[in-house]
């Protein structure tokens, strides 16, 4: 299986298409056989979420195989089905409308789930922390789902639709009013830190959606934000758990800003007094690495 998705991962634009779809049952059929819902389903959303070729033909053969891989309702299997169908043209979503039961309930549209599922994040009491011996503090299930939903979805538009209409208009206020509720004003509806801390993350997934669609001014102002918020987020009293998600934020949007990214980690690092989980190590490790480097190519120049 290893096999199977490191071939599908380095070869997808290179592969016949015949062997392309031919390793993707396979897979399917192993984990069908091993009973393995969770590893197929994750086949079929980075099948989506990497733009495979021909990617809702693929699933419509992987869902002949298994069926059951869109048996649960929550967000992630939203999402990719929405994606599907946005995908899907003639017989190959006549096929999948005919599977999937679209008729009588078609998936919802992108904006429209977006929306939804970030106020979800904000709503759902279902939502929250884990301990994590890696991250320290990680998330549980619910909120992951709706994290990688979005992330999903979102990679399916425009960047200019996500920087504009849903990260300006929609993401920020929810970490604006986090911040000024925190500074006292009352008036503000109190938003959870485990909801804060998710926004923070989904801003550095969406930001690498920003890096790959080549808009590196856009991301580097978010960085700039999320730099700012963790260099004083010590002093604040900041809880540990949101600060430890803008680390993992600021990393993930390092790509734009690598120095200022580093420098931020450091004044982080320098100014609290908890352990520092090994994941939040290996970033600052990774990036201090990088920046070596590439003060060492800019000397050859």
């Not at 790959?212 to 540990?240: D, H, I, T, Y």
Request: charge should be positive; charged fraction near 20%; include cysteine.
């Amino acid at each position: 299986m290893m096999a199977i998705l490191k071939k599908l991962k380095v070869e997808q634009m290179t592969l016949d298409n015949n062997c392309l779809q031919a390793l993707s049952r396979v897979y399917i059929a192993i984990c069908r056989q091993q009973g393995d819902l969770e590893r197929a389903r994750l086949l079929s959303y980075n099948i989506l979420k990497e733009d495979f070729p021909d990617s809702s033909k693929l699933l419509l053969l992987i869902l002949s195989v298994w069926q059951n891989i869109f048996s649960t309702q929550g967000p992630v299997n939203k999402a990719m089905q929405a994606v599907a169908k946005q995908r899907a043209k003639g017989d190959v979503l006549n096929c999948l409308s005919a599977y999937l039961n679209w008729e009588k309930n078609p998936p919802l549209d992108i904006s429209s789930l977006v929306s939804s599922f970030l106020i979800a994040m904000q709503q759902s009491p279902k939502v929250g922390f884990r301990k994590s011996n890696e991250y320290g503090m990680d998330f549980n299930g619910d909120m992951w789902e709706l994290i990688y939903a979005i992330d999903l979805l979102c990679s399916q538009q425009p960047w200019s639709w996500t920087h504009n209409s849903f990260i300006r208009t929609e993401v920020w206020p929810v970490m604006d009013k986090w911040m000024k509720r925190r500074r006292g004003q009352a008036n503000i509806p109190n938003i959870p830190d485990a909801t804060v801390a998710g926004v923070m993350r989904l801003i550095g997934y969406l930001g690498q959606q920003g890096l790959k669609k080549e808009s590196l001014v856009a991301v580097r102002n978010m960085a700039a934000v999320m730099n700012q918020f963790l260099q004083q987020a010590f002093q604040e009293g900041v809880p540990w758990p949101v600060q430890l998600s803008a680390v993992y934020a600021v990393y993930d949007l390092a790509p734009s800003n690598p120095k200022g990214a580093l420098e931020t980690l450091h004044v982080w690092k320098t100014s609290v007094t908890e352990p520092i989980p090994p994941e939040a190590s290996n970033c600052i490790k990774e990036l201090e690495t990088f920046c070596e480097r590439l003060n060492s190519e800019v000397k050859n120049l």
